[in-house]
C-alpha cells in the first residue's frame, strides 16, 4: 500500500475512534458537551485558562450542592461559564417556585451578574443581607468532575486566532 494511503487510513481511524469517545462520554455523563475548554482566569487557583473540564449533566436541581461548580449558559456570552456555587435559594419565577444559585469565579471578588430573566433579572439576598445575582436551575447545564490541565490552551489558541 502506498504510503499516503496509511497515512489518510491512520487520520480516519483516529477521527472515528475520538468521535466515538466523545459520543460514549455523551451518553454516560447525560450532556451534549461532555468537555470545556476553561477561557478566563476566573476560576484560578482551581481552573486555569487552557484546562479541560470533564462534565456531568445535571437532571435535577437536587444533583447540585454548595461549593459544586457548575457550567451554565447565560444569554448574550459567547461560552458557557464555569463557576461555583456559593449559596442555594429558591425564588419565584412564572409562578412557582424554582431553585436558583448564586455563583462566582473562585478568583472573582463579587458574584455573578442577575440572571436576565423575562420577568426581570434574577436577584436574592445572601444571610449576610447582601443582594447578589441568580443562575435559575434551568440554566444550569451540567457540573465540573475531573480537570485535564493545559490540553485545551492549543484549540483555544486556534479559535481565537480565526476568530471564534
Request: proline fraction near 11%; aromatic fraction near 8%.
Given at each position: 500500500?502506498?504510503?499516503?494511503?496509511?497515512?489518510?487510513?491512520?487520520?480516519?481511524?483516529?477521527?472515528?475512534?475520538?468521535?466515538?469517545?466523545?459520543?460514549?462520554?455523551?451518553?454516560?455523563?447525560?450532556?451534549?458537551?461532555?468537555?470545556?475548554?476553561v477561557v478566563s482566569g476566573?476560576?484560578?487557583?482551581?481552573?486555569?485558562?487552557?484546562?479541560?473540564?470533564?462534565?456531568?449533566?445535571?437532571?435535577?436541581?437536587?444533583?447540585?450542592?454548595?461549593?459544586?461548580?457548575?457550567?451554565?449558559?447565560?444569554?448574550?456570552?459567547?461560552?458557557?461559564?464555569?463557576?461555583?456555587?456559593?449559596?442555594?435559594?429558591?425564588?419565584?419565577?412564572?409562578?412557582?417556585?424554582?431553585?436558583?444559585?448564586?455563583?462566582?469565579?473562585?478568583?472573582?471578588?463579587?458574584?455573578?451578574?442577575?440572571?436576565?430573566?423575562?420577568?426581570?433579572?434574577?436577584?436574592?439576598?445572601?444571610?449576610?443581607?447582601?443582594?447578589?445575582?441568580?443562575?435559575?436551575?434551568?440554566?444550569?447545564?451540567?457540573?465540573?468532575?475531573?480537570?485535564?490541565?493545559?490540553?485545551?490552551?492549543?484549540?483555544?489558541?486556534?479559535?481565537?486566532?480565526?476568530?471564534?
Open positions: 500500500m502506498e504510503e499516503w494511503k496509511k497515512d489518510l487510513a491512520w487520520v480516519i481511524l483516529t477521527i472515528i475512534i475520538v468521535a466515538g469517545i466523545h459520543s460514549g462520554l455523551r451518553i454516560a455523563l447525560h450532556t451534549g458537551s461532555p468537555l470545556v475548554i476566573s476560576m484560578e487557583p482551581v481552573f486555569y485558562r487552557g484546562d479541560v473540564v470533564l462534565l456531568k449533566g445535571v437532571t435535577d436541581p437536587s444533583q447540585v450542592a454548595l461549593n459544586d461548580v457548575i457550567v451554565y449558559d447565560r444569554p448574550g456570552y459567547p461560552y458557557p461559564i464555569i463557576h461555583r456555587v456559593r449559596y442555594i435559594s429558591t425564588v419565584k419565577l412564572n409562578g412557582r417556585e424554582e431553585t436558583c444559585f448564586v455563583t462566582w469565579g473562585d478568583n472573582n471578588p463579587i458574584p455573578d451578574p442577575p440572571y436576565p430573566t423575562p420577568q426581570g433579572p434574577l436577584e436574592v439576598r445572601m444571610p449576610n443581607g447582601m443582594i447578589a445575582g441568580c443562575v435559575p436551575s434551568y440554566a444550569v447545564e451540567a457540573k465540573a468532575e475531573l480537570v485535564f490541565p493545559k490540553i485545551g490552551l492549543i484549540p483555544l489558541w486556534i479559535r481565537e486566532k480565526i476568530g471564534l
